[in-house]
């Protein structure tokens, strides 16, 4: 059973960045997608960010342009780049995996994901 583990949030002043990464426990191979999602209290879980094997992405039309995912098989890690981070932004971000294909429609759909890391906070203060 793969494992997640993110790191890199933190605080940040409106117009800064961030890179969060996600290291898998496993070695990831086959068909699989790979994302990022991000939760204030009180409200659903937001998919923002996802990648899958053949390293097509998504984005939430909120990040478009400001966020970028990646990834680096050889470190087992998913990484986002944050940019121009506005308050809105602020949350608990999460990393999420799940096998198989999945239609691009879905993927940022959380409830499709079945391994979820813990979690790390993004502060964007004005």
């Known amino acids: 059973q793969v494992q997640l583990a993110e790191s890199g949030g933190g605080s940040v002043q409106a117009g800064g960045s961030l890179r969060l990464s996600c290291t898998a426990s496993l070695n990831i191979a086959g068909t699989y997608v790979w994302g990022w999602f991000r939760q204030t209290p009180g409200q659903e879980r937001e998919g923002v960010a996802t990648?899958?094997?053949?390293?097509?992405?998504t984005y939430a039309d909120s990040v478009k342009g400001r966020f970028t995912s990646s990834r680096d098989n050889l470190k087992r890690t998913l990484y986002l780049e944050m940019n121009s981070l506005t308050p809105d932004d602020t949350a608990i971000y999460y990393c999420?995996?799940?096998?198989?294909?999945?239609?691009?429609?879905?993927?940022?759909?959380?409830?499709?994901?079945?391994?979820w890391g813990h979690g790390t906070q993004v502060s964007v203060s004005s």
């Open positions: 990648i899958d094997d053949d390293g097509a992405t």
């Open positions: 999420a995996f799940r096998w198989g294909r999945l239609a691009r429609d879905y993927r940022l759909r959380h409830f499709v994901y079945t391994i």
